[in-house]
């Protein structure tokens, strides 16, 4: 398990009135809370305590029944609903019985790179199957207590990805940057990149021609957002090299393949991306994970 920053600040909490428990991991930008709680009423803060950045928080009802209020708002929760935010908040939070929460703290700056952002407003997250669904595995990921590296790490960032992707559609809480009721062109491009990044032809002129425009107008579409569509495509294949040659399961691969299955036209492309990522070439980074693991 992989303990995360403190993000939470719980105050006015009675600890002979009632119990509560936090658990907590990073999965890459993102870092998660369990939160279980017995019935009771506190005020809790969630905000980028003990982060560096700001974040949005998304607040998920696993269990349970609570509410939430936020000066002059109220939400009643249910399982399977919830809330997002900006920033620091303080609610004050009224749980029935037991509750558990999950509590999914986003970078804005991940947020930005997607081409969208919170509202600062509370307000309720429409029910979604697949929103709970993921919810709910992210909570049996938290409480497993068992490293989290790898592919599996990779995975579960695309699991948060997803929700992300499903709390913009269904949602009023984000607003789009100039395409309010759409999702985002950015958000667009960048999923094709994340289904398509494998591919050896795929770079920044045969996206543009994806999408109809051209490769100054995709220029612009990221401009602002800290990244770009050449950076979208290179950050992922070497984020899956990386997983490949420090996955067990994967290292009866050699370098060749490696190199193919990410999407790199030769070994040597592979080689250049991994030394600038880690330092180190693709062998050394592989041998240093076995290392590692021993």
């Known amino acids: 398990m992989q303990e995360a920053s403190g993000a939470l600040r719980f105050v006015e909490v009675d600890p002979d009135r009632f119990s509560m428990t936090v658990d907590s991991i990073t999965l890459g930008e993102y870092v998660l809370h369990r939160n279980t709680v017995g019935p009771g009423t506190f005020d809790v803060v969630a905000d980028a305590y003990g982060l560096d950045e700001p974040v949005a928080t998304i607040v998920m009802l696993i269990e349970g029944a609570a509410s939430l209020v936020h000066g002059r708002q109220q939400l009643d929760l249910l399982p399977g609903t919830g809330t997002l935010t900006e920033g620091a908040e303080t609610y004050r939070t009224t749980i029935h019985d037991h509750a558990t929460y999950l509590y999914v703290f986003v970078p804005m700056r991940a947020l930005r790179r997607l081409g969208i952002a919170p509202t600062s407003a509370l307000g309720p997250l429409a029910p979604s199957p697949l929103l709970r669904a993921s919810a709910a595995f992210l909570v049996e990921v938290i409480s497993a207590f068992e490293p989290i590296g790898g592919a599996a790490q990779l995975r579960l960032c695309r699991v948060i990805d997803t929700m992300l992707a499903t709390l913009y559609a269904e949602n009023d809480l984000f607003r789009a940057e100039g395409e309010a009721g759409r999702v985002p062109l950015r958000l667009r ?25 051209s490769t100054r107008s995709l220029q612009r579409v990221f401009e602002g957002s800290g990244t770009s569509a050449a950076g979208e495509i290179a950050e992922r294949r070497v984020q899956l090299a990386l997983v490949l040659l420090s996955d067990p399961d994967h290292r009866g691969l050699s370098i060749a393949e490696v190199a193919t299955r990410c999407g790199y036209h030769s070994q040597a492309h592979l080689r250049r991306a991994v030394v600038a990522h880690t330092g180190l070439s693709p062998s050394q980074f592989r041998e240093q994970t076995k290392a590692e693991d021993s």
């Open 189 to 213: 491009i960048i999923e094709h990149i994340a289904a398509s990044f494998a591919e050896r032809e795929l770079r920044p002129e045969t996206l543009a021609r994806r999408f109809n425009m």
